[in-house]
């Protein structure tokens, strides 16, 4: 919908836009990508770069409850976990990031709720 | 009978040290006499939780690694359950996610070892080697 209202009209523009979208139906290894190329100055913030997951790139793992350090990148201040279009994270590291994450919470490592001391 | 856990468990921290020691040793003892092994006691020390438990704010962090059956684990577990100084405990099953840890380390070490021996021969078949594993 952001696309169709978009003013500019000339075909270099519109030819790069239809790559784009085109490439974006195709899969992708990492990340979501948002509906992206709404190069509108007053668009909302989606798909400001292409997010890699940071443990593909780095070839971690696994996560243990215990590295407190790491998982709380990933907890909002709120105490909630933060969800993967964030953060870029591929959805098996997510997974067992979150399941960590509750283990870290069930033994007191991380809170339920409220900021993480 | 080759399955390891952690089990991580939370102490008051008003316990005295040779009150803990002799919480392990009674752990160790129940470990040994239901076939099991010991792998690793480490004490993490006093800390503060992020909640209150039990009306505390602090605890001491014990973290023992044992190998054994699940019928050990259930039987460690009742006995801290029981044991009143313990305000919080946690077992992680860890025999499984060792194992594909290690599994995945072996594929890359192999991938890279034989890609840095010979280029050209070595990545079709290290290629063909690693889909069939990980299938």
């Known amino acids: 919908m952001a696309e169709e209202t978009k003013p500019v009209a000339s075909p270099a523009a519109e030819g790069g836009e239809r790559v784009e ?23 909302r913030k989606f798909f400001r770069r292409k997010k890699v997951c940071k443990f593909c790139t780095e070839k971690i ?8 350090r790491l998982l709380a990148q990933f907890v909002a201040e709120s105490g909630k976990i933060v969800p993967r279009r964030l953060t870029g994270v ?28 | 009978m080759n399955r390891t856990y952690e089990l991580m468990f939370i102490v008051r ?47 001491i962090y014990v973290l023992l690694t044992v190998e054994g059956s699940g019928g050990m684990v259930h039987e460690l577990e009742r006995r801290l359950r029981v044991t009143e100084p313990v ?3 946690l077992t992680v099953r860890i025999d499984e996610t060792q194992k594909r840890i290690d599994k995945l380390k072996a594929i890359r070490d ?10 050209p021969a070595a990545t079709p078949e290290a290629a063909g080697e690693a889909p069939a594993v990980t299938a």
Do not use: W
């Open chain 2, 110 to 119: 192999a991938k890279r070892r034989t890609s840095a021996a010979q280029a």
């Open chain 1, 21 to 43: 979208r085109g490439e974006r139906r195709t899969p992708r290894p990492y990340g979501q990508g948002g509906p992206g190329a709404a190069r509108d100055a007053g668009g």
């Open chain 1, 90 to 117: 591929c959805t098996p590291h997510q997974r067992r990031l979150s399941e960590a994450i509750k283990q870290a919470r069930n033994i007191a490592l991380l809170p339920f709720a409220g900021r993480a001391s």
């Open chain 2, 87 to 89: 305000i919080k405990f």
């Open chain 1, 61 to 68: 793992d696994s996560f243990n409850y215990k590295d407190v």
């Open chain 2, 13 to 59: 921290p008003d316990m005295a040290e040779e009150e803990q020691d002799k919480l392990l040793s009674t752990l160790e003892a129940a470990v040994t006499s239901s076939g099991g092994q010991v792998k690793n006691v480490e004490r993490m020390g006093k800390r503060r939780l992020a909640y209150t438990v039990r009306r505390f704010n602090d605890g």
